[in-house]
């Protein structure tokens, strides 16, 4: 069966024929148990657990309480329907474990985690996550989260701020946009997604013919620092040897190259101890008709590693030994 594009709620799950296949999820496999480390609205969730049939289980982790409610009404009666056991935890994949154990599962056959965003959270002003619609300056995934970005903006210090821009969003300004900043709160809080990307922008200048808005950089850098997403990821990723069953599949897509670049160096250790191989070893990509479908997706990169048994483990690492390759160069 093949997948195809947009459900009823207007979301589109990203690589979604691609997550099917190389998850090994793409027939009917009765009694395998997956985790969702990020249920959203239930897009990948509502095509996989048709094809778990009878005996599987399904468990999905959200850090956003009103998506995981959605996705709650959603798939139930699915689950049902298939005889699948359905289990969703509002909290981090960064707990996956801890999800496992109350579950009372000891492993997994397929892991998922798509690091995007779902649809409804970025086009929601109330959020923060957008400079294109003015809103409050929150970015938090987890509306009980510690810290917002404003609180960040408003209290860090200079040298702080521009650490954050650079490392977490490769801003070459950083330091000018920091210096902004700071004269700015001298006046008054900022308290807007607009009142920020105002200033991002004067510290770029004119823009001249650059189709990449100066404020794009410094609100990625913000949300992955107030949701501690790279925190998340690191942990996740050095926990999967205790959650993957022997054989079973790890797919992760991720939207920019600080993920990528954890996700990557994660399967090529793991490789070399001998606890994964990798099934990808260069990302998959979208195809041009998805990126034309869904424009969200042209940035978007799958990566797939496989559990190890115990006797591969022992095994001396070979780097020459195949695997498959597709998408676009790594």
Do not use: W
């Amino acid at each position: 069966m093949h997948a195809t594009g947009q459900d009823e709620t207007g979301h589109i799950p990203v690589l979604l024929n691609e997550v099917l296949a190389f998850l090994d999820l793409d027939r009917d496999q009765p009694g395998r148990r997956v985790l969702d480390c990020t249920l959203g609205r239930g897009g990948h969730a509502a095509h996989i657990i048709p094809r778990l049939g009878p005996g599987g289980y399904y468990l999905g982790t959200d850090l956003d309480p009103g998506n995981l409610a959605y996705a709650k009404a959603r798939l139930e009666p699915l689950a049902e329907q298939h005889g699948v056991s359905l289990h969703l935890a509002n909290t981090s994949f960064a707990a996956a474990e801890n999800a496992l154990r109350q579950a009372n599962l000891d492993s997994i056959d397929a892991v998922f985690a798509d690091l995007g965003f779902a649809s409804n959270q970025v086009d929601d002003p109330n959020r923060g996550l957008s400079f294109k619609h003015d809103g409050p300056l929150d970015m938090r995934l987890d509306p009980n989260g510690p810290a917002t970005a404003a609180d960040l903006v408003n209290r860090l210090g200079e040298t702080e701020l521009a650490d954050i821009l650079f490392r977490f969003g490769d801003e070459r300004l950083s330091r000018r946009i920091a210096r902004k900043i700071v004269q700015a709160r001298a006046d008054q809080p900022i308290s807007t997604t607009q009142e920020l990307a105002e200033i991002c922008r004067r510290a770029y200048g004119p823009r001249g013919s650059s189709r990449i808005d100066p404020a794009t950089r410094s609100f990625q850098a913000l949300r992955i620092a107030v949701n501690g997403e790279l925190e998340a990821l690191d942990m996740l990723l050095r926990r999967l040897p205790n959650l993957v069953a022997e054989d079973g599949l790890v797919g992760i897509i991720s939207f920019h190259s600080l993920e990528d670049r954890l996700v990557k160096r994660a399967f090529q250790e793991a490789e070399k101890q001998g606890t994964f191989k990798r099934v990808t070893r260069k990302p998959v990509a979208a195809t041009p008709e998805e990126e034309h479908h869904n424009p969200r997706s042209r940035s978007a990169k799958l990566r797939v590693a496989k559990r190890q048994n115990r006797s591969e483990e022992r095994q001396h690492y070979n780097p020459a030994d195949p695997a498959l390759t597709t998408g676009k160069p790594d």
